[in-house]
């Protein structure tokens, strides 16, 4: 694996804007060919930062940063000519139809036009949205536009695609719709980078994950090993009367690898949720609520960070 | 791909989304010289002493005003061309983010963009020509050279306000530019009235100006009294202030679009 070229390597990269603030600190990646590669981190981390300097969009302050094999910042029309960017926030022309902005943005690339009709043609059936070529953007629900937008990143048949929170704001039956679809774009063998603050979109989209917080990296690896790495395989989750909360006073201590205390709960790392629940109830510590689960990258966060993902 | 094939892309966006309702611009772009120079040259015109033309170079107000009227147009349609819609591409609809992910450049961006406002502001000038023909008023076949002086004078307007534009954050300044720059040039450029009516000072202040150079030129092409000495001087102002315009409407947009 890591004999192969990467896509995107950056070392030290640093992102500081003109009032002073740091929003990428340094930060060491490598993207590899054929791979999903994602970005989770909660709001403010850096994510789309980062992504526009990939994109050759925001000038890199400090740090390497090479994107297929060039330099933005001596070849960024060159490496533009090779990714598709899908942004946070929705760019496309609202002025035109659904079918005219994936031609008239074939043509800010100089693809011929009876390639970028043919071209359109596919995309609007790959993302489901052919019934509706001649129709306004305006009108089109949150997730039509955000494929509509995945569309026309694909129109120059990218070697990237960078995509800055694919699904954020859109409801579960459009995300889940969004995802197959990019699925079906990992199947044909493209290369990806998503951020996200959804650990479950991280967990079902990449294969390699960077978590990012404050400007930093602080883990990289597989969903996978990231959970096994950094959370046990099972999550007993537990919830008191505020009487017995206040009554507690270590009576947990030594029935889990570690205790993490909520606001709402307490979450005890274990690799045998129902053994551990079972303790519990030995000590006859009254339980109002328990749930044994799997850990997930949620956890990881968590014991990373101090912070959960979503707040 | 070069920058002008580039900026042809960005001409052609707006040509698909004009296209639609070209009729609309252009029948209002014939309405409203009819309406002012029915309402200001036979209605005010009329008020004025026909025995003695020499307050307006020896031709009727309304043949005087007419040209002037041509020349404020250009500068008004640039305005409101490189204002709000300039604005509206930068920030509210992001369409220079959405351009600037493909191999299009900054500069192509505003070379497209001028190159818009260019032909938009022809067309208008060219119906414009017309309807002063019309009314009888242009003297000489050469009178289609204003179509071009009328470019001139739009897309020099619209360069340094697209680099105006540029470094605004929100519509505010808009109106500034509007009562302070765009009212007055378009009152005292010699447009409705000679210069020589001013005071001294002002006078000297309205020369310093870009509309009245265009108006010169303009009136000189349709009435047929260009003054061939003056001409060069004008149309230097103009080159100039077009070339200026574009230097810093590229250098603003592609600091404004960095981030
Ligand atoms: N143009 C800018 N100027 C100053 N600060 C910025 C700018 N853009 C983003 N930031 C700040 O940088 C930090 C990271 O932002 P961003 O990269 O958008 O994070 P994320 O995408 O992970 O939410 C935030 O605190 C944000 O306020
Ligand atoms: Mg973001």
């Not at chain 1, 390639?115 to 043609?121: G, L, M, N």
């Not at chain 1, 404050?214 to 046990?232: C, F, N, Y």
């Not at chain 1, 997930?296 to 979503?310: A, I, K, N, Q």
């Not at chain 2, 026909?50 to 007419?66: C, E, K, N, R, S």
Request: include cysteine.
């Amino acid at each position: 694996m890591s004999s192969q070229p990467s896509l995107v390597h950056a070392r030290g990269l640093t992102k500081r804007y003109a009032n002073g603030f740091t929003a990428v600190d340094g930060v060491d990646f490598d993207v590899r060919p054929g791979k999903a590669f994602g970005f989770l981190g909660p709001n403010g981390a850096g994510k789309t930062s980062t992504m526009r300097m990939i994109a050759c969009s925001s000038p890199v302050t400090e740090g390497t940063l090479s994107v297929i094999g060039m330099d933005p910042r001596t070849q960024a029309r060159e490496i533009k000519a090779k990714l598709g960017v899908v942004p946070q926030i929705d760019n496309l022309d609202t002025e035109l139809s659904v079918r005219e902005n994936l031609e008239m943005y074939a043509r800010y690339f100089d693809i011929p036009r009876e390639v970028a009709s043919k071209r359109t043609d596919e995309l609007l059936e790959f993302v489901q949205l052919d019934e509706r070529a001649k129709d306004r953007v305006e009108p089109l629900s949150g997730g039509m536009k955000r494929r509509l937008t995945i569309a026309r990143a694909l129109i120059n048949d990218p070697d990237l695609v960078i995509l800055d929170e694919p699904t954020t704001g859109l409801d579960p039956q459009a995300r889940h719709l969004l995802w197959e679809r990019l699925y079906q774009l990992k199947r044909r063998g493209a290369t990806l980078i998503i951020t996200t603050h959804y650990m479950d979109e991280a967990e079902q989209l990449c294969d390699h994950l960077v978590v990012m917080d404050k400007a930093k990296i602080v883990a990289e690896g597989s969903p996978r090993q990231l959970i096994d790495d950094h959370a046990t395989r099972e999550v007993l989750e537990l919830r008191f009367t505020d009487a017995t909360r206040a009554a507690l006073n270590g009576k947990l201590d030594g029935l889990a690898d570690r205790i993490e205390e909520l606001p709402d709960r307490h979450l005890l790392y274990t690799d045998n949720g129902e053994h551990t629940l079972e303790q519990v109830n030995q000590r006859q510590i009254p339980i109002e609520s328990a749930l044994v689960r799997r850990a997930s990258m949620e956890d990881v966060f968590l014991r990373l960070t101090g912070r959960s993902l979503v707040e | 791909m070069t920058t002008l094939a580039a900026s042809g892309h960005v001409w052609q966006r707006n040509w698909l989304v004009y296209k639609r309702l070209w009729y609309r611009s252009l029948a209002f772009g014939f309405l409203q010289p009819v309406l002012f120079l029915t309402a200001m040259g036979i209605g005010i015109g009329a008020l004025l002493s026909t025995d003695d033309l020499t307050a307006f170079g020896g031709v009727p107000y309304i043949d005087w005003l007419g040209p002037g009227l041509l020349s404020a147009m250009a500068m008004q349609t640039a305005t409101f061309e490189s204002t709000y819609p300039i604005m509206n591409k930068i920030m509210w609809g992001r369409n220079y983010e959405a351009m600037l992910s493909t191999p299009l450049g900054v500069r192509s961006i505003v070379i497209g963009e001028l190159a818009w406002m260019a032909f938009r502001i022809g067309s208008l000038a060219a119906i414009f020509l017309m309807v002063l023909t019309a009314f009888g008023i242009t003297r000489s076949p050469l009178a289609i050279l204003a179509v071009p002086v009328a470019m001139l004078i739009g897309t020099s307007f619209a360069a340094c306000l697209v680099a105006f534009t540029a470094t605004q954050k929100n519509d505010v300044g808009f109106s500034a530019i509007f009562r302070f720059v765009v009212n007055p040039l378009f009152l005292f450029s010699g447009t409705f009235f000679p210069l020589t009516q001013l005071p001294d000072a002002l006078q000297a202040i309205a020369w310093a100006t870009p509309l009245f150079h265009g108006v010169q030129l303009v009136r000189g092409l349709v009435l047929s009294d260009l003054n061939l000495a003056a001409a060069p001087l004008h149309l230097a102002y103009l080159l100039v202030m077009l070339g200026v315009g574009v230097v810093l409407a590229d250098r603003n947009l592609r600091r404004r679009m960095a981030g």
